[in-house]
Antibody, heavy 113, light 109 residues
Framework: EVQVVESGGGLVQPGGSLRLSCGAS????????MSWVRQAPGKGLEWVSI???????YYADSVKGRFTISRDDSKNTVFLQMNSLRHEDTAIYFC???????WGLGTLVTVSS | QPVVTQEPSLTVSPGGTVTLTCGSN?????????SYWFQQKPGQAPRTLIY???NKYSWTPARFSASLLGGKTALTLSGAQPDDEADYYC?????????FGGGTKLTVL
């Protein structure tokens, strides 16, 4: 069964850092696209970042220079390193695999003092 | 960053047909935008219905279809059911960077 599971969310102060993980099963993260999408409370979906099978990485303007997507092939896991966090980064962060065919349940990130 | 626009809300009668559209402020939406359509119900993760303009997944109900229409990408629901009441989002890609539309709240009433 194809599945992704996010972890690593929590409460962090403005300016702080957090690393989210997305563990995959049923497929290999290096063979496909892996994306992060977020949703602020009561708001719509926002595309955050993607890593291609070839390793290319791309970011939304709102997170460029602050967030880094990466993967660990040995763990079949994708990460989202989030630095210089702002209040407006508060959201549920979803991981999605492939052409968005698999989605996790999300992990909540709250940026607050 | 480009802006992707969707109808904020639409209503369809049970058994009826409705078309949701997704446009771009940069111009005509083409296959090169690799558009996607997602359905999201309250408290749930999104579910992808359509990928790369008009391709369906095995779980996509046959009553959903997508196309390019009038310079936009469009999702058509034919034979709406109460279970189709949800938020619908489109996603367009601009040189590998994705941008979601604001979403359409679809009411089946």
């Amino acid at each position: 069964e194809v599945q992704v599971v996010e972890s690593g969310g929590g409460l962090v102060q403005p300016g702080g850092s957090l690393r989210l993980s997305c563990g995959a099963s049923g497929f290999t993260v290096t063979t496909t696209y892996m994306s992060w999408v977020r949703q602020a409370p009561g708001k719509g979906l926002e595309w955050v970042s993607i890593i291609h099978s070839g390793g290319g990485t791309y970011y939304a303007d709102s997170v460029k220079g602050r967030f880094t997507i990466s993967r660990d092939d040995s763990k079949n896991t994708v990460f989202l390193q989030m630095n210089s966090l702002r209040h407006e980064d508060t959201a549920i962060y979803f991981c999605s695999g492939g052409r968005y065919e698999s989605w996790g349940l999300g992990t909540l990130v709250t940026v607050s003092s | 960053q480009p802006v992707v626009t969707q109808e904020p809300s639409l209503t369809v009668s049970p058994g009826g047909t409705v078309t949701l559209t997704c446009g771009s402020n940069t111009g005509v939406v083409t296959r090169g935008h690799y558009s996607y359509w997602f359905q999201q119900k309250p408290g749930q993760a999104p579910r992808t219905l359509i990928y790369e303009t008009n391709n369906k997944y095995s779980w996509t109900p046959a009553r959903f279809s997508a196309s390019l229409l009038g310079g936009k990408t469009a999702l058509t629901l034919s034979g709406a059911q109460p279970d189709d009441e949800a938020d619908y989002y489109c996603l367009l890609f601009y040189s590998d960077v994705g941008v979601f539309g604001g979403g359409t709240k679809l009411t089946v009433l």
